[in-house]
């Protein structure tokens, strides 16, 4: 048997935690002593795994109390399932791992690596996740607006694009030195901005809620800081000042 602290020891899960669990019916201990200490015994350790495990998929903690709750739960597909998903997962972070490696070797001028590249380790399931993103930030019309008009694009014109946006980020990291608002930068990111185009009309809001978007979300905080480190922070500088100054018809 553990006690709580020995519990929030071997599970790296806070005493606040386990109590918090305790009193919405997540995790009771196993027992509880005379003098109001509880303990876990192993069958409360394998809840509390599948509790973590689940919370690890993101899971609300009334989702997993509903599901290790079902009648029809059984532990071992439980299980089953979790290590089919981490293993999906550690493909999906070695792939950004390797992406990591080879963009190292690129900045350092070991190896060459084409812009596509840059961005492969990003999987058609990121893609819908920042399209449910931008959906919450911008309406859904937005964003079935925008795959649909990248899905009438050959495979041929798709790699144009695609290397083009790598092109207009290569040349940012290029004209760093000069500064966000320095005219070198700010002609770039017309570029950019008109390369956007591609995919949907972007609102000066859009705009700035991209570049906050840059230097918030840890995967686009990742890709840029591959390219430099400080990349995520000056791209939103850069176009926070883009934004500040466009024409108020634009």
Not at 102 to 131: C, N, P, R, W
């Amino acid at each position: 048997m553990y006690t709580v602290k020995q519990l929030s020891d071997l599970a790296s899960v806070s005493v606040r935690t386990l109590h918090y669990y305790d009193e919405i019916g997540l995790l009771k201990p196993t027992a509880v002593g005379e003098n109001g200490y509880r303990y876990y015994g192993e069958d409360a350790l394998l809840r509390l795994q599948q509790i973590l495990f689940f919370r690890e998929l993101e899971l609300g903690l009334l989702q997993i109390k509903e599901i290790v709750d079902s009648p029809d739960f059984d532990l071992v597909s439980a299980l089953r399932t979790h290590r089919h998903v981490l293993q999906e997962k550690v493909r999906r972070l070695q792939n950004l791992i390797d992406t990591v490696d080879s963009t190292i070797l690129h900045l350092v001028g070991e190896v060459g690596m084409s812009k596509k590249q840059l961005f492969a380790g990003f999987s058609d399931e990121k893609q819908k996740q920042y399209e449910h993103e931008i959906a919450e930030r911008y309406g859904r019309e937005t964003v079935e607006k925008s795959v649909k008009l990248w899905n009438r694009y050959t495979p041929q014109e798709k790699e144009k694009i695609k290397s083009e946006g790598g092109a207009i980020y290569s040349d940012l990291v290029a004209h760093m030195g000069e500064g966000a608002d320095s005219p070198a930068i700010q002609a770039i990111l017309a570029r950019w901005h008109q390369h956007l185009r591609y995919f949907y009309e972007p609102t000066r809001d859009i705009l700035r809620g991209l570049g906050h978007l840059y230097n918030e979300h840890p995967d686009f905080i990742a890709t840029f800081e591959n390219m430099h480190p400080g990349l995520p922070k000056f791209l939103e500088q850069a176009i926070t000042y883009y934004c500040d100054h466009l024409p108020s018809e634009a």
